[in-house]
C-alpha cells in the first residue's frame, strides 16, 4: 500500500462525488431529516441535549451511507473502467482504502451543518459537551464501519440498486438488533447485543469511550475492507 496512491484515488473519488447531483440530492435529504426530527422533538422535549438526535443518527446512516457507496465498485464494473483502472500501478488495496476514506470523508462533510445544533442548545441552556462529543466520534466511527459494508456491498454487483439494497439491509440489521433482543432466547442475547452496532453507538454517544465499543467499529470496517479485497481478487 502507498499513500500516495491512496490519496489519488481518495481525490478522483471526493471529485466524483462533488461533480454529482446526487451528491447534493443525499446531503439535502440528511439534513432535511435530521433537523426536522431534532427542532421537532427538542421543542416537544424541552431537553438540553442532544440524545433525540443521537437516537436518530445510526437509522438515517443505515439508508444513507448506502446511497453514498453503492457506486463505488458497482459503477465502474458496469461501465468498464475498473478494468482500466487495473493497467494503472496502483495496488488493490489502495484503490479499495481510497474510496473507503472517500465514502468516509463525505459522510464528515454531512456531520458538519449538524454541529450548528449544540450550538443552538447551547445558546439557550446549560449543554454537557461530553455526551455531544462523545456522539460525533461515535458518528464518525459508526460511518466508518457503514461505509466498509457499503463499499462490500459495492464490489459484489454491477448494479447499484442491489448493492444499496444489500447494504442498507446490513447496516438496518445491525442497527435495530439491540431493539429486538426480546425476540431472542436468553443465551444467545449477549452475542446479539455485541453485535448490534446501535448498542456500542448509544455507548460512545454517552460519553464514556470504552475499548470494546472502539475495537468493534475498527473490526467491522477491517472486515468489510478485507472482504471487499477478496471479493475482487477472486472477481478478477
Not at 451511507?65 to 488493490?92: D, V
Request: glycine content about 8%; overall charge neutral.
Amino acid at each position: 500500500m502507498s499513500l500516495k496512491k491512496i490519496l489519488f484515488i481518495f481525490k478522483r473519488e471526493v471529485q466524483t462525488f462533488f461533480t454529482s447531483p446526487i451528491a447534493y440530492i443525499v446531503i439535502s435529504i440528511f439534513l432535511l431529516l435530521t433537523g426536522w426530527f431534532f427542532f421537532s422533538t427538542f421543542f416537544l422535549s424541552g431537553r438540553t441535549d442532544m440524545r433525540d438526535f443521537f437516537n436518530l443518527l445510526p437509522i438515517v446512516f443505515s439508508f444513507i451511507i448506502p446511497a453514498i457507496t453503492m457506486r463505488l465498485f458497482a459503477e465502474e464494473y458496469r461501465s468498464g473502467s475498473f478494468e482500466i483502472a487495473g493497467t494503472l500501478p496502483l495496488g488493490l488495496m489502495d484503490i479499495i482504502s481510497g474510496k473507503f476514506l472517500a465514502a468516509l470523508f463525505f459522510s464528515f462533510i454531512m456531520l458538519v451543518p449538524t454541529m450548528l445544533y449544540p450550538l443552538f442548545i447551547s445558546s439557550l441552556g446549560d449543554l454537557d459537551p461530553g455526551p455531544v462529543i462523545g456522539g460525533y466520534i461515535g458518528a464518525v466511527l459508526l460511518a466508518g464501519a457503514y461505509s466498509a459494508i457499503g463499499v462490500l456491498a459495492s464490489s459484489l454487483t454491477r448494479n447499484q440498486i442491489i448493492a444499496f439494497i444489500v447494504s442498507a439491509s446490513v447496516c438496518f440489521f445491525l442497527t435495530i438488533i439491540s431493539s429486538i433482543l426480546v425476540f431472542f432466547p436468553p443465551y444467545i442475547t449477549g452475542f446479539f447485543q455485541y453485535l448490534s452496532s446501535g448498542f456500542h453507538f448509544n455507548n460512545i454517544a454517552k460519553g464514556v469511550l470504552d475499548s470494546r465499543d472502539l475495537i468493534y467499529f475498527i473490526s467491522i470496517m477491517i472486515f468489510g475492507l478485507y472482504g471487499t479485497f477478496m471479493v475482487i481478487k477472486e472477481r478478477n
